[in-house]
C-alpha cells in the first residue's frame, strides 16, 4: 500500500486547510486510516483515525476543530481542520492500518502545514 498526502500549505490563524491522503491498491476498504503530525524534536502525534467502519478517534489537540472523513470509492481519507492556530504547525502524516488492527503499517510522505500568526 502506498499513501500519497496532499493539501499542507501556509495559511492564516482562524483559517482552514483540507489535507487528502489517497492510498493505492484494492485494501482500502478494510483499512483503518489516520492522520498524524509532527514537529522537528517531537514525537510524532495522533491526531485522527477512522475505522473500516467510519467510527472516528481524535486527539485533544483537534477535538472541535479537526474532522476526519473518509471516501471508499476513491481510496481516500481527509482531514478537513478550521480555526488553526500556529501551534498546528507541523509535517502532517496520514497511515493505513490493515487487519489485524493495531500498529501503522503503511505511511505517506508527509505534508508540511504552516500557521502564521
Known sequence: ?????????????????????????????????????????????LVAMITNNHVKNYGDSALGRFTISRENTKNTVYLQMNFLQPEDTAVYFCSADGPPYGTWDYWGQGTQVTVSS
Open 1 to 45: 500500500v502506498q499513501l500519497q498526502a496532499s493539501g499542507g500549505g501556509l495559511v492564516e490563524a482562524g483559517g482552514s486547510l483540507t489535507l487528502s491522503c489517497v492510498a493505492s491498491g484494492r485494501l482500502f476498504n478494510i483499512m483503518r486510516m489516520g492522520w498524524h503530525r509532527q514537529v522537528p524534536g517531537m514525537q510524532r502525534e
